[in-house]
């Protein structure tokens, strides 16, 4: 017996890939609304109660909207906006930020799909914290840019129509970022990172970057202490990898068109610097893959069914 699922918004840039990905398998049936019915709030709702899964692929307060519509004590929720990322009764849909992620968001009936940026951010920096490497009131800096279908339809218009005369353009310069609270929550931080996001002219691809001089980490730790805790942390999962290589330049593209995400460490012992890069798709470990992996895993399905490596 196939998983009904009912993807909420499934016309954005997140909902479309999310149905794409899930329109093929045999594991999982798709309850779609037409463009008439999708407006119409008793058909809607009767989706929402209908499902298993629900994924919402909606604006913040649409996504609330969406969950209080919601009347019965079954239906599963994954919420792809950033209404939930740090409510209480939500599980946070990172599926390897713990050792016991997995198994919680298998148990979950509410989850909440991290933002791409964090997930780079906490990728890197939560193993660290846990184990002891950056003290909790470290004061830290993510430097981070993602192709520009991270902005949804209208970003892409722009980009693709010609409007936008930029190769690169850094945004939030008032910071105060939305993804702060659930980088600061979920990392184990005392104090929010100061968060320097930027788009780039590429569709897809991110690149998220945590320096580091050596003195703001524990003492004693160093480079190799700092590989050594993200291969410890991610030496089971199959979606995030420590690289063993030391290339020369590191691509916004590198993990663009997958489901993974790759760790570097570079480091400078003369300069006692470190820098932690992660790449990633943002629309697949940092969106629609990440929603698909949370799918699998609370309707107990293969955890990479329908996921690239």
Known sequence: MSTSVFIDGAVGTTGLEIRERLSGRDDVSLLVL???RRKDASARRAALNDADIVILCLPDDAARDAVAMIDN????VIDASTAHRVADGWTYGFAELEPDQAARI?????????????????ALVR?????????????VTVNATSGYSGGGKSMIAEFEGGAATTAFRPYALALGHKHVPEMTRHSGLSHGPVFQPAVANTYRGMVVEVPLHL????PGA?????EQALRDAYAACDLVRVSTDAPATIAIEDDAGT??????????????QLRLVATLDNLGKGAAGAAVQNLNLMAGLHPLAGLAR
């Open 34 to 36: 037409d463009d008439a």
């Open 73 to 76: 004590a079954t239906t599963r």
């Open 106 to 122: 298998a148990q979950a009936r509410f989850v909440a799909n991290p933002g791409c940026y964090p997930t780079g951010f906490l």
């Open 127 to 139: 193993p660290l914290v846990r184990a002891g490497l950056l003290p909790a009131d470290a004061l």
């Open 215 to 218: 003195a703001q980490l524990s």
């Open 222 to 226: 160093d480079q190799h202490g700092v």
């Open 259 to 272: 489901d993974r995400m790759t760790l570097h460490v570079f480091g400078n012992a003369d300069l006692r």
